[in-house]
């Protein structure tokens, strides 16, 4: 009774959740169309109508590149769940290796189901990359870096994430009913300790990172951190353009490990003025605590998850509602912790889909203090022009529709953006 409930209740969201987004496309899609034709007004200065109407075509392939993409990871979500794909998957590996190591079992599991994932992903990705960025001429990735990069990742996957599923399934199994909150000071730890190996371990991995040179921007830059008080363990450009045409800056890293972080193809477009406006945002993020903040929320909200999993992985109808066999499992013997995780991290982004525009409001309001704060330690007027060259130069649409916005988007749109920022040069 009550996994036929489970399953009426999953499904029907999955169905609200998939006319939520093909909704919210259609709606993406029509709004920037019609208005395709012009530029905004506040910026018909600034943005040639060519470079308007390649955002508008940009933004609406993706969103048509995304539905398929939505139909696809729909239709593997239902094959793992409904139509027993996990179960299968378990089953054929629980015959392929016998009355092994359980614990082999279920690390076996969940590399089995990640790399068949994976798989699925793989032609998607390549798509992205080397058809829709390469129409649009952001691409700059060979196909050999593209690869290598790939089992980079799987190689880094592997190493990281391997011994971190052996602690967590080892505390499921032996630490009683409250498995779940040691597991969350393990997995909270995890993320602290990822902050800090990200810069200095991870990332040069993948990119090359070199000491900014230029000794005039280097002091500007200097000058601002000094002014606000932030300390570096120094400043870097990434060749980010031997993979996109895309321009960015950040900073990474944790506690006396912060790195500041230019993507090469940024600094060859702004002036030194706005580059260190930009900067500045970024600091803005940091002075005011919202890294803070939004890690202390990661790690509430990860908690309510673990202990909603703690119950969850005792219920024999979550896994009949999810299409598996509670009773065929036991009889291979075998713990049923891996399947409970995968279940569960299957399921998870169906129910909370719709809580999205809550995340996008706080980052939107954590968006515009950071510009405040550039404001003030900075011209906002050279944030708002290093804002409309990366607009065009990353092909941003300036007509998102307002509704889809709120749920995709971290950031403002364009025009509440500037506008805020014209606000403060009055």
Do not use: C
Not at 284 to 306: C, D, E, P, Q, Y
Request: hydrophobic share 55%; glycine share 8%.
């Amino acid at each position: 009774m009550y996994s036929l409930a489970f399953s009426i209740l999953f499904v029907s969201v999955l169905v609200l959740t998939l006319a939520v987004r093909f909704w919210l496309a259609s709606r993406q899609i029509r709004h920037v169309l019609a208005h395709r034709a012009a530029v905004p007004p506040e910026f018909a200065e600034k943005i040639p109508l060519a470079a308007h109407q390649k955002a508008a075509d940009y933004t609406v392939a993706k969103t048509k590149f995304g539905l398929l993409t939505l139909l696809v990871n729909y239709a593997v979500l239902i094959g793992f769940t409904l139509l027993g794909g996990l179960q299968w998957l378990a089953l054929s590996l629980n015959e392929s290796m016998g009355a092994g190591s359980p614990m082999l079992y279920q690390i076996g599991l969940i590399a089995a189901f990640a790399v068949i994932s994976g798989l699925i992903d793989l032609p998607f990705d390549y798509y992205r990359q080397f058809v829709l960025e390469q129409r649009f001429g952001f691409n700059t990735m060979a196909r050999k870096l593209f690869f290598t990069d790939m089992l980079k990742g799987v190689g880094l996957g592997a190493a990281i994430g391997l011994p971190l599923i052996w602690v967590v399934l080892t505390l499921m199994a032996r630490s009683g009913d409250l498995w779940w909150l040691y597991a969350w000071f393990v997995w909270s730890g995890f993320q602290l300790l990822m902050m800090v190996l990200f810069p200095t371990v991870i990332a040069p991995l993948f990119n090359k990172f070199t000491p900014l040179a230029d000794e005039s921007l280097k002091s500007r830059i200097e000058g601002l951190m000094q002014r606000v008080g932030f300390a570096s363990k120094g400043l870097f450009v990434m060749d980010g353009s031997k993979r996109s045409a895309h321009g960015n800056a950040y900073f990474s890293g944790f506690g006396a490990n912060k790195r500041i972080v230019f993507f090469d193809t940024l600094l060859s477009r702004l002036a030194p003025q706005e580059i260190e406006a930009v900067l500045a945002h970024e600091l803005g993020h940091f002075k005011l605590k919202h890294i803070v903040k939004r890690i202390a929320m990661m790690f509430v909200i990860s908690l309510g998850f673990l202990a909603l999993l703690g119950f969850l992985k005792t219920q024999p109808w979550f896994y009949a509602g999810l299409g598996v066999d509670p009773v065929a499992l036991a009889l291979t013997g075998q713990p049923t912790d891996a399947l409970a995780l995968l279940l569960f991290m299957l399921a998870l982004p169906v129910f909370t889909f719709l809580l999205g525009p809550l995340t996008s409001l706080s980052s939107r309001k954590h968006e515009f203090e950071a510009d405040a704060f550039a404001a003030t330690h900075t011209q906002a007027d050279d944030l708002v022009s290093a804002l409309v060259k990366m607009y065009e130069d990353n092909a941003s649409t300036l007509t998102p529709d307002p509704l889809h916005s709120a749920f995709y988007d971290s950031h403002p749109p364009a025009s509440v953006r500037i506008r805020h920022l014209k606000g403060a040069t009055t």
